[in-house]
Nanobody, 131 residues
Framework: QVRLEESGGASVQAGGALRLSCAAF????????MAWFRQAPGKEREIVAG????????YYSDSVKDRFSISQDNAKNTLDLQMNSLESEDTAMYYC????????????????????????WGQGTQVTVSS
């Protein structure tokens, strides 16, 4: 069965950087619609970034645009999230997510904008940013 496994979460100072990675098992990262979400204590889960790996087209929420970068490594079959200029508001559990069925670039971006890349989930990795 499909499994997504996140890693890379840690405690860092504000202004620092982290790189999260999501290893996919029994799921091909290339030609896929995938995303990173996060959930802070007491808040709803929100999409941070999405990508259609077939074209590399990406979506970012306004809160992380210009600071975070989503990418894939087809050789390693992983989805990564480079997070720079971290702020205390970025403190959250970060989750990797993917869609079950193949979708095209435009559908993937549409789903990303409404946070509907949610058929498969990882267990999450904690990011804590202290100011």
């Amino acid at each position: 069965q499909v499994r997504l496994e996140e890693s890379g979460g840690a405690s860092v100072q504000a202004g620092g950087a982290l790189r999260l990675s999501c290893a996919a098992f029994r799921y091909l990262v290339s030609q896929s619609c995938m995303a990173w979400f996060r959930q802070a204590p007491g808040k709803e889960r929100e999409i941070v970034a999405g990508i259609y790996t077939g074209t590399g087209n990406t979506y970012y929420s306004d809160s992380v645009k210009d600071r975070f970068s989503i990418s894939q490594d087809n050789a390693k079959n992983t989805l990564d999230l480079q997070m720079n200029s971290l702020e205390s508001e970025d403190t959250a559990m970060y989750y990797c997510a993917a869609v079950r069925n193949p979708v095209g670039d435009s559908i993937c971006m549409r789903r990303a904008r409404v946070g509907r890349i949610s058929d498969y989930w990882g267990q999450g990795t904690q990011v804590t940013v202290s100011s």
